[in-house]
């Protein structure tokens, strides 16, 4: 198998476990144990918190010790949980404490596992790195439909056969990830061991922040934690339980059409192409999934309630392609696993107060009152980065400035082959082209912003016989 292949495979026999663990974790806690809505939403932040704690312990450690052998062994200690609670339920011991210890387990061993794989990407990309990020999105989410439908049989067959079933397709993907033949860089751990886990941490903190692009999808993130996560993993299902009366039938088909639609548009974008404009795509996206979630908490059948959130999976696919898309191609190489792990930390990290927090709001105003609260909160905060950060013109100016760091990359190359006794200077004319190549693209754009028409320049001899405009 090739190594994208290999790669793919681990991807995916994670994600379909995470399938089965979103239904059967919820329905544990909210319909067989039927707790408050604040103890479900102490259980779902539960398993966010560990995840939060060490998300960029975890990238570190990617970047020390190589992503693929931290991927393999942090899903191998994943693997473990499933067969505790299959031990726990068999002795029909099953109690919240339980639960707890669960998602504490599976919580820590996330913490590794998702900085890791995510620095592993760009090292197995096949062309665009924003088409590899698609093809993994289309398994993530397309096995996470399967672990939504076989977890939803939960009430039919029992939850024994279900956690087998996840513990193994997890020990699966260790198999993949350790066949995975990706080279680390050892020089490159040895120097980052030397310099310090905290100061590591830290270089990648200032790393994403001096970037205006990563720095925004930071600030989304955090609201998309807050308002999205803690709506879908606390508020939906405890809508599913008070409003619709439902199973985990209707839990399981609730996170499925989801993912349907997050596959759906992960398709488009792979029949089309990639975005030009991806941070405009993405709070485009952002914001007309905050509207369609919104919709649910304006009292729908169950029927329309699904047809709402496939459309706020749809948009949720371009969301997450694009954001990913943007980290992976601003971090540096050698910094790339702690700008990931800043990536999920944003978002994981503000998981847990989501689910505090909407757990207590649904308490305090119902759960299709506290859909409506989160997603203006939503919205608000996405209009908010479109209008103050330069997330919404990403992907229009990018590319003429990275053409001229390119172009004078080249000539700074030139000058240093040039600069040895005996050869010729560098022609004057190849600094012109450069400046007349940034002065073009300054001039097009004011152009553009103004609507005033270009005059032919005059255009005069200059060295070496060749002409220049002036």
Known sequence: MRPLQLYLTGTASWFFAFGIQSVMFAWLV???LRVSPEMVGIAQMSLLVPTTMLLLVGGSTADHYGGRRIAAFAQGAAAVPPLFLFVVIALEGLTFDAMIAYAIVIGLAQAFVTPARDGLLNQVAEGSVQRTVVQASVIQFGVQMFGFLLASFA???????ILAIQALALAGGVIAFTRLPVVDDRAHVGRSLRLGLGKSIADGGRTVLRSPAMRAIVIQNCAMGICFMGSYIVTLPLLIREVHDGSSADLGLLNAVNSLGLVST??????????????????LAQMTGAVALALV?????????????FVWGMCGGVAMSMSRTIMQEQAPVDQRSRAMSFYAFSFMGSG??????????????GPEMALVIACVAMFAVCGAVAATSSLWQLGRYLAPRTRFLHTTASIAHRLRRHDTPGSSALPRSSLDAAFDDWSDHHAGARRRRTGAVQLPMPRRAGPHGLHHAR
């Open 30 to 32: 909210t319909m067989v």
């Open 155 to 161: 009430e039919r067959i029992g939850a024994l056969p």
């Open 266 to 283: 992960i398709l488009i974008l792979m029949r089309f192409g990639d975005l030009k404009r991806q941070g405009r795509a993405l709070l």
């Open 297 to 309: 908490g304006v009292g729908l059948a169950l029927e329309q309630t699904l047809l709402c959130v």
């Open 352 to 365: 847990p107060i989501g689910a505090l927090a909407n757990g207590f709001l649904v308490e305090a105003v």
